[in-house]
């Protein structure tokens, strides 16, 4: 391999080396006095030097397929940890209007209850945006302006909704948020039912984007240099780039019609 490329390498390996578990405990615990904790670098992110290295070790057509490989692998990452927390935000929302219904079927007003649920999200160790939000929509009612559902986005939105609606029309602010947290519960368990049977399909697309790294492996192991010839020929490169390129398209195309399915 080129030196540069090597040296490449290594500068990024030491530029994104995620902190120890021990280090961030101790910045947290000096960023109580005001200092601002670190945050934490994606490991993942270790993939962009992949297209560095193709292009200081081999020339133009291994960085443009290493970088459609790292575009790739972060747009899936970054949707994963967006999908991870909108879930987060549902089941927070949930909860937060079970502990609603329990404060009104005793008479609790329903400023009171929000409040409640939003002490009872903060109390959690991982808790996401919900409690806050609660809070601030609980402010809001308590100063007599309306619970704002512009003001909010996410799963907080349709609370907020649903309260902005029983106070325009009358309605029984229990009934409506029990009606709220039941389609929530519903939703989730046919979205939970619909990722589960799509696990197989998924699977398979992604062994079928896989295969063509299984044949230069045999090809190598055969003696037939198949990397070689894609790494240091012209012809080779654009082989390289074109099947990268029907690989990761393969990818983005199985996962549009999945999300398709789920989306219903």
């Given at each position: 391999?080129n030196?540069?490329?090597?040296?490449?390498?290594?500068?990024a390996?030491?530029?994104?080396?995620?902190?120890?578990?021990?280090?961030?405990?101790?910045?947290?615990?000096?960023?109580?006095?005001?200092?601002?904790?670190?945050?934490?670098?994606?490991?993942?992110?270790?993939?962009?030097?992949l297209?560095?290295?193709?292009?200081?070790?081999f020339?133009?057509?291994?960085?443009?397929?290493?970088?459609?490989?790292?575009?790739?692998?972060?747009?899936?990452?970054?949707?994963?940890?967006?999908?991870?927390?909108?879930?987060?935000?549902?089941?927070?929302?949930?909860?937060?209007?079970?502990?609603?219904?329990?404060?009104?079927?005793?008479?609790?007003p329903?400023?009171?209850?929000?409040?409640?649920?939003?002490?009872?999200?903060?109390?959690?160790?991982?808790?996401?945006?919900?409690?806050?939000?609660?809070?601030?929509?609980?402010?809001?009612?308590?100063?007599?302006?309306?619970?704002?559902?512009?003001?909010?986005?996410?799963?907080?939105?349709?609370?907020?909704?649903?309260?902005?609606?029983?106070?325009?029309?009358?309605?029984?602010?229990?009934d409506?948020?029990?009606?709220?947290?039941a389609?929530?519960?519903a939703?989730q368990?046919?979205?939970?039912r619909?990722?589960?049977?799509?696990?197989?399909?998924?699977?398979?697309?992604?062994?079928?984007?896989?295969?063509?790294?299984?044949?230069?492996?045999?090809?190598?192991?055969?003696?037939?240099?198949?990397?070689?010839?894609?790494?240091?020929?012209?012809?080779?490169?654009?082989?390289?780039?074109?099947?990268?390129?029907?690989?990761?398209?393969?990818?983005?195309?199985?996962?549009?019609?999945?999300?398709?399915?789920?989306?219903?």
């Amino acid at each position: 391999m080129n030196p540069g490329a090597l040296l490449v390498a290594v500068a990024a390996l030491l530029v994104l080396w995620p902190i120890p578990e021990s280090q961030r405990r101790l910045e947290r615990l000096v960023g109580v006095g005001g200092r601002p904790v670190r945050r934490r670098v994606d490991p993942w992110q270790l993939i962009w030097a992949l297209p560095v290295v193709g292009v200081v070790g081999f020339g133009p057509a291994p960085g443009i397929a290493g970088a459609m490989v790292a575009g790739l692998v972060t747009r899936q990452r970054r949707r994963g940890v967006r999908d991870a927390e909108r879930d987060r935000d549902v089941r927070e929302l949930i909860a937060a209007l079970a502990v609603m219904g329990a404060e009104l079927s005793v008479g609790a007003p329903v400023v009171g209850a929000c409040r409640a649920a939003a002490s009872e999200l903060a109390s959690a160790d991982d808790g996401g945006p919900v409690g806050p939000e609660l809070a601030l929509m609980a402010a809001r009612a308590e100063l007599g302006g309306d619970p704002g559902p512009a003001a909010h986005s996410g799963a907080v939105r349709r609370l907020a909704e649903a309260w902005s609606t029983s106070l325009r029309f009358g309605l029984p602010v229990g009934d409506v948020l029990a009606a709220l947290r039941a389609d929530l519960v519903a939703r989730q368990d046919f979205a939970a039912r619909t990722k589960a049977g799509l696990a197989g399909p998924r699977a398979t697309a992604a062994v079928l984007a896989g295969l063509p790294i299984l044949g230069l492996l045999l090809g190598e192991a055969m003696g037939a240099g198949p990397i070689g010839v894609l790494l240091h020929t012209g012809i080779g490169g654009v082989l390289l780039v074109v099947g990268t390129g029907l690989s990761v398209g393969g990818v983005l195309w199985s996962g549009r019609i999945t999300d398709k399915v789920v989306s219903r």
